[in-house]
């Protein structure tokens, strides 16, 4: 009997939960979707069958779950902002959101939730808007499943594809963004997650990430953007797993790491990029396990980095794995497999005997004439390098991997 | 002109000098390619072949072969034959002899093991560097009737392409930092056909490094395809004029 009592008692708060459906389209109840809104109440769930809707801005200002039916079409004729989110608890699925304004005074989006919690947008199309998605002063939010594209050339006429700003406890899951300026943006974002997303073909980064601590990002792809992946002011941040392939350009780098510290970068692969991974300032950061391969250079470390310890990653096909602008070498390389490495192994530990100087002397060279790259692989040049490596002038002689590995690391 | 180059080629491959070059450069590719694990690495060891050792036999070579076959020619100037005839299927048949070998020996274990759109420009190049130096050899010879020096300045060409050039441009690069050199740089490679088909395979082979700021004017120019055209324009003139002046000097030589 007791049992019986509270699976009533559980029942009428279902009822509660569910509130009311409210119906929008042609033939339906509603034929516009603000006044659907503006007749709902907390809870209820306004429901939008497919058809086109210019409607200007539609303010969403309660706790609702406004979701589309067969992706109806939400028109912003590059004049409004087409959704803002001003209340916690909201849930948006299944729209196609496109036309967005333009205008660089409050950046109207496809989607803008304000100084809200516990909203979730998910299963969205958002094409050709300036802003994407854009989270201010939000909490415990989640970016689900949404597909974003632009047809952005230049920098200043387009917004970011996911714009996160002062929030907190976020979850970007599995979006896959493309035309934008940033495709993914973090500033003063702490707490948060990025997973799963494709980031590709972005006018300057795939994922641009300031003063955002305690955050991690995790298979994501990063790939053809202008100028890379940007991760800068931070600490503690987990960079795992992502791939950063064929950003290209003399400023571009597949990551690009400046003032950060406490951090990792575990199992990630940097492939075909001008500059895999570029450091500057940071410290304390293990980068372990990673795959560089066919990277103009592999790592550009400048002499302003300290601490940090580069270990277990293989370096393959790229033309120089590691570069500096200085001597001072406050790193350590040790245990990574270099398949430039000529070393020999006695003992058969899969460890080799002589230890490898990743520097080669004519990356040295190029970073202090860049130019000099048009001599590249020529007879002199090698015979150059093989002395360097024999007797280290130029290099810094403890810009050293101790105990190199004789073969590929399994990644 | 086709009896003479047959006979010429005929005698070149009874000449066991070339049979040896063809067995080197297919040990040297086969083992290359079979000895590292991966193929690039083949073709960059294959690379400093291609810019050292065939330019080297190639000039050595034909160098001296032409001395010794002056007696051949001046048998040939007796009868009824035009001498620009005689010399151009003097070069006929020593380019299209070494370019046999060249194909045979490193050719067919690129095609075999490598083949891919780098490996094709890296032949292609090959065998342009084979002829240019057959044309420079050419050129020496008709210099100087004395054989060592006519083989002294043989080698000496060489060495001034394929080492004492690169001294020279890093040299400049250094003295001329504080300038915009690169488009100039770009100009003076064209002066020497070793760095020209070095920078075309480097386009093809490290093609993430050359997408940096430099290497992206580089790449402006020999990447397009009006850059690799006019390069090998550039690369046939390298055939063109040493062989033709030769020619012109062989015409009015007195024997």
């Known amino acids: 009997m007791k049992q019986f009592l509270h699976i009533l008692v559980l029942c009428s708060f279902l009822n509660k939960i569910e509130g009311k459906q409210l119906l929008v389209g042609p033939g339906k109840h509603y034929a516009s979707i603000k006044t659907a809104i503006s007749e709902s109440v907390a809870n209820d769930s306004v429901i939008v069958s497919g058809g086109i809707y210019k409607e200007g801005n539609i303010i969403v200002d309660k706790s609702i779950f406004l979701i589309g039916k067969d992706f109806p079409i939400l028109d912003g004729q590059y004049k409004f902002e087409i959704l803002s989110i001003k209340a916690s608890y909201v849930v948006v699925r299944g729209f196609r959101i496109r036309h967005s304004g333009y205008a660089t005074l409050n950046d109207p989006c496809g989607i803008k939730v304000y100084d809200s919690h516990h909203v979730s947008i998910s299963n969205n199309y958002l094409e050709d808007n300036f802003f994407g998605i854009y989270l201010q002063f939000c909490k415990k939010c989640i970016v689900k499943n949404n597909q974003l594209s632009s047809h952005g050339t230049e920098e200043q006429r387009i917004g970011n594809g996911i714009h996160c700003w002062k929030s907190d406890s976020l979850q970007i899951t599995g979006n896959v963004v493309s035309g934008h300026r940033d495709g993914i943006y973090f500033e003063f974002v702490t707490n948060s997650v990025i997973w799963r997303n494709i980031s590709f073909n972005n006018v300057r980064y795939g994922l641009h990430f300031m003063f955002s601590n305690n955050d991690s990002y995790i298979s994501n792809v990063f790939k053809g953007n202008g100028a890379g992946v940007a991760v800068m002011f931070t600490h503690k941040v987990k960079m795992i797993n992502n791939t950063f392939s064929e950003n290209w350009g003399d400023a571009a780098y597949g990551l690009m790491l400046k003032e950060i510290s406490d951090s990792y970068i575990i199992g990630n692969n940097f492939s075909k990029n001008t500059t895999g991974i570029f450091m500057e300032g940071t410290s304390r950061i293990k980068v372990e396990s990673n795959k560089f391969d066919a990277n103009g250079w592999g790592m550009k470390i400048q002499a302003s980095c300290m601490d940090n310890e580069i270990v277990r990653n293989n370096f393959v096909g790229n033309t120089f794995d590691i570069s500096t602008n200085g001597s001072l070498v406050l790193n350590t390389f040790n245990s990574n497999y270099w398949d430039k490495y000529e070393g020999y192994d006695l003992n058969r530990d899969n460890v080799g005997d002589v230890p490898y100087h990743p520097l080669s002397i004519f990356s040295v060279i190029v970073e202090l004439n860049p130019p000099a790259m048009l001599l590249f692989r020529s007879f002199m040049v090698s015979l150059l390098d093989k002395s360097e490596k024999i007797i280290p002038s130029l290099t810094p002689d403890n810009f050293i991997d101790n105990t190199p590995l004789m073969h590929s690391l399994k990644l | ?255």
């Open chain 2, 1 to 255: 002109m086709n009896r003479i180059t047959k006979f010429i080629v005929l005698d070149i491959l009874k000449n066991k000098i070339v049979l040896v070059y063809t067995l080197i450069l297919s040990i040297l590719s086969w083992s290359v390619f079979s000895l590292e694990d991966n193929a690039t690495k083949g073709l960059l060891t294959l690379l400093n072949v291609i810019l050292l050792t065939v330019p080297l036999v190639s000039v050595i070579f034909s160098t001296i072969y032409l001395y010794n076959s002056s007696e051949f020619i001046e048998l040939l100037l007796s009868q009824p034959v035009k001498r620009a005839r005689i010399w151009r299927s003097l070069f006929f048949g020593l380019s299209s002899s070494l370019l046999l070998s060249f194909l045979i020996g490193v050719g067919i274990p690129i095609l075999v093991f490598a083949p891919s759109d780098v490996s094709m420009m890296m032949l292609l190049v090959g065998m342009f560097i084979t002829t240019i130096f057959v044309a420079i050899a050419f050129l020496s010879s008709i210099v100087t009737r004395d054989k060592a020096k006519g083989i002294g300045i043989s080698i000496l060409l060489w060495l001034f392409f394929a080492l004492l050039f690169d001294g020279i441009i890093l040299f400049l690069l250094f003295q001329f930092s504080e300038y915009p050199i690169e488009k100039m740089m770009v100009g003076i490679t064209a002066l020497n056909p070793i760095d020209l088909a070095r920078i075309l395979i480097l386009l093809h082979l490290d093609v993430s490094a050359m997408m940096g700021y430099t290497g992206a004017i580089f790449k402006d120019f020999f990447g397009t395809t009006v850059g690799e055209v006019v390069v090998f324009a550039i690369l046939l003139l390298w055939i063109i004029v040493p062989f033709w002046t030769s020619l012109i000097k062989f015409k009015r030589k007195d024997l």
